[in-house]
């Protein structure tokens, strides 16, 4: 194999979602509607509080994880099964929906720069209806590499360089990665074969690429990939997972196998037994 070239960019496209909050959607809809096993990566950046106020009221989840990875202000959360916390700048959130959540994600301020993500990940079938789980981790529970050439690597998911990442033990083996690189820096990282992969720029210009802020790369296949920071450095979100290859029946935050599934949530919902 080799390194994995960069088969597609993805701009990320404005919308709005929850009670009104602008986002920036790059995995989910129009260029990219899945990169199996990820259904949706979501951007939130925006220092005015008309685009965030609102937040994401009680809203249900069934069949997949939702990963809220804050970098700056914090946002608060309350769930259908009396938990609640807050995801301040740093923290990460991995939530399990199996079956059933219904929750609200509130941003815990009313000014200042709110900026934070949420991948949605998909579950295999044989796990969409297991108990909902949650996993909450302090920024200091994020493991980090420092490399010689300076690049800062947060570990999420995944593991680099032999440190593993905060969180283990999910089906689709993901690495989740947080890459701050000085300027012209590089970045190898092995990544399994088969498994999908794509990075997300979000701060900076990667060289070669065209690729600036708000866009992403689709890596084909190999066994690493590369990653080259512009004049100015750069900030990237890096993602791998190994794919399910097994058919998505979608509908909102619902996201099951079966269009039978799909009317299944929605009935569970109304009568009030998504969550179990
Ligand atoms: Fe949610």
Redesign the pocket.
Known sequence: MGKREVIKVVKGQAVSDGDGVQLTRVIGNGELKEHDPFLLLDEMRSDNPGDYIGG?PD?P?RGFE?VSYMLAGSMEHHDSTGESGIIGAGGVQWMTAGRGVI?S?LPKQDKGLLWGFQLWLNLPADEKMSPARYRNFAPEDIPQVLRDDGAIIKIIAGEVDGVKGAVSGISTDPLYIDIALPPHGLFTQSVNIGHSSFAYVIEGTLEGENLQKGSAAVFGEGDFIEIGAGASGARVLVFAARPLNEPIARYG?FVMNTKEEIQQAIKDYNNGTLTG
Request: proline share 14%; no cysteine.
């Open positions: 994401f809203h989840h939702t929750h994600e935050p």
